[in-house]
């Protein structure tokens, strides 16, 4: 039979100002959920509360120290059961007096095995509470390393990361986060896929003082970002699971591959503060920003028909200029996917037959036809360099080749024929705006992605060759780096490689309601269209207050 840990999520309604009640209702609920076999039981952000305070002295008659009364509570229950309880509860330091936004881990002997206060106040949170001043909670248990977060440390991947850095195989989460409002769906399952760790993901429901939370939902996600289980109840709900072990330790096959394939020494870029300025565009000497029209340019093309494939590309510009010009625009980028020229690689030892310098003749004939059509280009090609193979993204303008990015973090079948870039993440000027480009597996790490973000790039251009559908939706998370970002996917089959098309153009906004979002087929060539404006891009907003230093180490297995 094989080794398994039982999990519980509270999934409680829990009363505004009614500690009281809130407490006794947690306990009832916690008892049941360690009665049914849960070694590991989440309960929800504030839950001791409810969220909505707007000041100190709103809050201060529901504070207390940790350990406190509730832990000893709580405490109690956990040593009679022999469990695990995580709990968020408002917490005075009896030092300084200062109040944060907590979650405690208790342990099966009833001590705090540790806390975390909440990285990232989020809404009216600002009012009465300080910014976490603690290190990311990462605690052993008799199961493995777990981490601990709180809600909003979610929507940026630092935390979360420095937990797996940590050796953290389990996330934690205490939540209150209604569904209305930049939905944590994504957000969870992109810090589990990225990480590969299991995430539980404790919100909760019922009616706050200023926020509706019954549509909320709770999610224990595995790590590949599927969703396990999950709940949506207006009435207090326990949400049971189960998490494998082997040899009685979490067990998670992928969290050594990912974390392995991290580039640190690419990542010194995140560690910048340009957005703490009041004028980050003078400091970052960005391009005046105006709206411009881009295009996705998903098509099929042939293995190893590199000749028959730039015309199919030249012929897909004339497409989408005159499709732009029949919506009444003047097209100004196109992204064209991953290994456009060559097609997909199924045969390594034919790589350095399909291959050619860049620049050479294919990104000759892409130049004369950007200057035709007065507009730029980003594709992906097979690039040599003497004896040397490289995944290469261009950026063709009317004015010549203008730049190029070697993919950094190298796929399993990359691996196989190219070798990895060793400059640094790339941006240029254009006249609408500032430009960043990645390629396909590099959406795995969003230390790419903030690298550039931080140095003021308005869209990302990704060309991609993807063929995961379950990670797929690792893209749309990326919109939390607060950048428009383009994908350009290529579809169909190549001997063994089989690309999804579902190319993306998803407009960044702070504002929820005015992000928009195109997405193309699975199967068929595609050109979208869309006007974005850099504008909504540069006032960025970054979780700071984290260990450098630890983000920038290689990682280390446990």
Same mark, same amino acid.
């Given at each position: 039979?094989?080794?398994e840990?039982?999990v519980a999520l509270?999934h409680a @309604? ?6 009281e009640?809130?407490?006794r209702r947690l306990l009832?609920l ?7 076999g849960a070694r ?7 839950a001791?509360?409810?969220?909505a305070?707007e000041?100190?002295r709103d ?8 350990p406190?009364?509730?832990?000893e509570?709580?405490?109690a229950?956990?040593r ?9 509860l408002p917490?005075?330091?009896?030092? &300084?007096?200062?109040y944060?936004?907590t ?5 099966p002997d ?11 106040p989020?809404?009216?949170?600002n009012l ?5 001043n603690?290190?990311?909670l990462?605690?052993e ?6 981490g601990?977060?709180?809600?909003a ?5 630092k935390?979360?990361?420095m937990?797996?850095?940590k050796?953290?195989r389990v ?5 209150n ?10 957000f969870?399952r992109?810090r @589990?896929l990225?990480?590969?760790v299991?995430?539980?993901a ?13 549509? !909320?939902?709770? +999610?224990?996600i595995?790590p590949?970002?599927?969703v396990?289980?999950?709940?949506? !109840? ?8 189960t998490?494998?072990?082997k040899?009685g330790?979490f067990f998670t096959?992928?969290?050594g591959?990912l974390l392995?394939?991290?580039?640190p020494?690419?990542?010194a870029?995140i560690t910048?503060?340009t +957005? !703490?300025?009041f004028?980050p ?8 920003g105006k709206e411009? @029209?881009v ?5 099929a093309?042939?293995?190893k028909?590199?000749?028959?494939n730039t ?16 919506r009444?625009?003047?097209l100004d980028?196109v992204?064209?996917?991953?290994l ?7 045969q390594p030892s034919?790589?350095?037959e399909?291959?050619e ?10 130049v %004369? ?14 690039e040599?360099?003497d004896?040397q ?7 063709i303008g ?5 730049g190029k990015y070697?993919k950094?973090h190298l796929?399993?079948?990359d ?5 990895p ?8 000027d254009?006249p609408f705006?500032?430009?960043g480009?990645?390629?396909?597996y590099?959406l795995?790490f969003?230390?790419s992605l ?5 140095q003021?790039v308005?869209?990302?251009?990704v ?15 990326r919109i939390?780096e607060?950048m ?23 407009s960044? &906004? ?9 997405v193309?087929p699975v199967n068929?060539d595609?050109?979208?269209i ?6 909504e891009t %540069? ?6 207050e984290v260990?450098?230093?630890l ?5 280390k297995?446990?």
């Open positions: 039979m094989p080794e840990v039982r509270i @309604a829990i009363k505004w100002k009614d500690k009640h809130n407490l009832a916690n008892e049941e959920a360690a009665a049914g590991i039981i989440v309960n929800p952000e504030l001791t509360t409810g969220y305070f000041s100190r809050i201060s008659p529901f504070v207390e120290s940790v406190g009364p509730t832990t509570l709580f405490g229950l956990a009679r059961y022999g469990v695990y309880i995580c709990l968020g917490e005075v330091d009896l030092k &300084s007096g200062i944060y936004n979650a405690v881990l208790i342990g009833g001590r705090v095995m540790g806390e975390h206060r909440k990285l990232a989020a809404f009216k949170e009465w509470a300080a910014r976490g603690l290190p990311v990462v605690a248990t008799c199961f493995g390393r777990v601990v977060l709180i809600c440390d979610t929507y940026w991947y935390a979360a990361r937990a797996a850095l050796g953290a996330l934690l989460i205490p939540a986060w209604p569904p209305h409002h930049y939905p944590p769906e994504v969870w992109a @589990a990225e990480n590969g299991y995430v539980l404790c919100n909760r429901t019922g009616q706050d003082k200023t926020m509706n939370c019954n549509a !909320s939902q709770s +999610f224990i595995g590949d970002g599927s396990l289980k999950e709940v949506q !109840s207006a009435h207090d709900t326990i949400l049971y699971g998490l494998p072990l040899n330790r096959s992928g969290a591959v392995g394939d991290r580039r020494e690419f990542y870029g910048l503060d +957005f !703490s300025q004028e565009e003078a400091l970052l000497g960005l391009p005046a411009f @029209a295009a996705t340019v998903q098509f093309p042939q293995a028909q590199p000749v028959r015309r199919r590309i030249l012929s897909l510009l004339d497409q989408a200029a005159d499709l732009a010009a029949r009444g625009m003047k980028l992204v064209f996917p991953e456009a020229v060559s097609g997909a690689i199924s034919q790589a350095g399909l291959a310098p860049v620049p050479g003749p294919v990104t000759v004939e892409v %004369r036809k950007a200057e035709k059509l007065d507009l730029y280009v980003v594709m992906g090609v097979l040599r360099e004896s193979l490289f995944n290469t993204a261009v950026l009317p004015a010549g080749l203008l070697r950094i796929s399993p079948s691996r196989e024929w190219a070798r870039g060793q400059e640094d993440f790339c941006f240029l254009l705006g500032r430009v480009i990645l390629l396909g590099d795995f969003p230390e903030e690298s550039l973000a931080k003021g308005d869209v990302l251009c060309p991609a060759l993807w063929n995961d559908e379950k990670s797929q939706f690792i893209w749309e998370a939390a607060q428009h970002l383009v994908v350009a996917n290529q579809w169909g089959s190549s001997g063994s490689f089989c690309a999804l098309g579902g190319s993306l153009i998803y960044y &906004s702070r504002y929820s309601e005015r992000r928009v979002r195109i193309s068929e595609r050109i979208n869309m006007l974005l404006n850099p504008q %540069r006032q960025k907003k970054f979780l700071e260990d450098y230093d983000l920038l180490t290689h990682y297995l446990f």
